[in-house]
């Protein structure tokens, strides 16, 4: 069974455009998050969330925002996508109790034309 | 806030040689976590090894091996009888548990080549 979902894999879309990619965990994890990996593969935070709080990197325009419908799922939806927003985007998920250790999705591969 | 730093970007070693990563990190904080994570050019990321502070012990799974160094806050990664497969991005992270959420923060990581 995957641990941490995501969909799609890959999504090809034009300037301008809204999206959304989904996550789903079947960990029972209190805590989601969301990275966007760029070309030379640096990791940068954009969101956590725990079902209480959510977290943002002050750095992530607010064009993108995380929805959690549920404790097993964290959303995210860009708006008027920019060129730059190229990239991959993992959603990870936690336990606050621990073990602490982050489980990540296969990650989405984002590419705005 | 919390920085890691992976000094390697690149590194290659010999098929069944050993080889060890570099990872600092810098923190005020007493209570935290030390992980290693692989990203293979599948990109899924997976947990190769953690390390709790508290724990003067070093952590071992199998062919890897941590060197932790609490009072340098440095965190090395030893891959000894390295493999192909062993071939991925490595990442070096540090985690803050805190009462709203586990703060992550990851090193820009370390391409390692084995070669045959």
């Known amino acids: 069974d995957t641990a941490v979902s995501q969909t799609p894999k890959y999504l090809v879309t034009q300037m301008g455009n809204d999206k959304s990619i989904k996550c789903e965990q079947n960990?029972?994890?209190?805590?989601m998050y969301w990275y966007k990996q760029d070309s030379k593969k640096f990791l940068k935070i954009m969101f956590s969330?725990?079902?209480?709080?959510?977290?943002i990197n002050e750095t992530v325009p607010n064009r993108f925002s995380p929805k959690s419908p549920d404790k097993a799922h964290l959303n995210l939806h860009i708006n008027s996508l920019e060129l730059g927003d190229s990239a991959v985007y993992f959603c990870a998920s936690s336990d606050l109790r621990g073990p602490y250790e982050q489980y990540f999705g296969p990650g989405t591969r984002l590419t705005v034309t | 806030a919390q920085t890691v730093t992976q000094s390697q970007p690149e590194m290659s070693v010999q098929e069944a040689e050993t080889v060890t990563l570099s990872c600092t990190y810098d923190t005020s904080e007493n209570n935290y976590y030390l992980f290693w994570y692989k990203q293979p050019p599948s990109r899924q990321m997976i947990l190769v090894i953690r390390?709790?502070?508290?724990?003067?012990q070093n952590a071992t799974e199998n062919r890897f091996s941590v060197n932790f160094q609490k009072a340098a806050k440095s965190f090395s990664l030893k891959i000894s009888d390295s493999q192909l497969g062993d071939t991925a991005m490595y990442f070096c992270?540090?985690?803050?548990?805190?009462?709203?959420?586990?703060?992550?923060?990851f090193g820009t990581g370390t391409s390692l080549t084995v070669i045959p």
């Open positions: 992270a540090f985690m803050k548990p805190t009462r709203v959420g586990n703060q992550f923060y």
């Open positions: 960990l029972g994890h209190d805590t």
């Open positions: 969330y725990n079902n209480k709080e959510l977290i």
């Open positions: 390390q709790e502070a508290y724990k003067q």
